[in-house]
């Protein structure tokens, strides 16, 4: 048995009890939650690792091959599909010219370039440039339309024009990875930027996604300024349910996770 699926029916078993006996098992309940979300972190971790080394992989190709460019080259195309195919399809890498015209790899998918100057995450190394990682607002991928979080990194000098590489991570994939282990049916699990952007967040609802939850009385009193926790919120902010929320930033990046149960319509 899989610890998603012993750590639910530890919670199943707890919330009948909890309904039975009241706040005597408040402890009990708050304690299944926080090793759920133990888990969730680990699993995004392991993610954003992965992702990580695609990005580093990608720009170490590049960094190798000065002559080639990204675009066209046969060879780098065939890494991005690798590259895509060994994440299950989760993990897409693209290239983005100095003018933030993004192209999608390899070439001969057909897909024309767009523009992503608009994006946060172009706009922010534009402002200060840097080779670091960087987590962007969750939009549409150019070419596929699809909604995904894009975690970006600078090259360290600009190659065919070519000044930055970013991983898109579509959410329909990241949800229905979340959407595994929530507590049904009114629980949620959600990684958050640390500025209260909402990246994913299980059950999938896409008005959701990208918005900003850093104005709500929860993330202010709690999820700002900790590093791990356990509240019972108010009225969400997004679908005012009230919940019992654990959550744990992330150890190597500033993503705060949460995993909450509880709930009623």
Not at 4 to 15: H, R
Not at 106 to 118: M, N
Request: net charge negative; charged share 20%; aromatic share 8%.
């Amino acid at each position: 048995m899989t610890l998603a699926l012993t750590l639910f029916v530890q919670w199943s078993a707890t919330v009948y009890w909890i309904v039975a006996e009241g706040n005597a098992t408040r402890l009990r309940a708050e304690d299944v939650l926080r090793q759920m979300t133990v888990a969730m972190r680990e699993q995004s971790e392991r993610l954003l690792h992965d992702v990580d080394s695609s990005v580093k992989t990608a720009k170490f190709w590049m960094d190798t091959h000065p002559g080639d460019d990204p675009r066209t080259d046969p060879e780098f195309g065939r890494l991005v599909t690798l590259l895509r195919e060994s994440s299950g399809g989760l993990i897409d890498i693209h290239v983005v010219s100095t003018e933030g015209l993004s192209y999608s790899l390899p070439a001969q998918r057909g897909v024309k370039p767009q523009s992503v100057a608009d994006r946060d995450f172009f706009k922010a190394y534009r402002q200060s440039p840097s080779s670091n990682m960087m987590i962007g607002a969750p939009g549409r991928v150019p070419g596929t339309g699809q909604l995904a979080v894009p975690v970006a990194s600078m090259l360290d000098r600009p190659l065919h024009g070519i000044s930055m590489v970013y991983a898109s991570i579509e959410i329909t994939h990241l949800s229905g990875m979340y959407e595994d282990i929530r507590f049904k049916p009114n629980g949620t699990v959600a990684l958050l930027r640390d500025d209260g952007v909402v990246l994913v967040r299980a059950p999938f609802v896409e008005q959701y996604v990208g918005r900003s939850i850093a104005a709500g009385y929860d993330y202010l009193r709690h999820i700002q300024n900790g590093q791990s926790g356990m509240y019972m919120s108010g009225n969400s902010a997004l679908d005012g349910l009230e919940r019992l929320v654990s959550y744990k930033r992330l150890t190597d990046y500033p993503l705060p996770g949460l995993v909450s149960a509880g709930g009623e319509a």
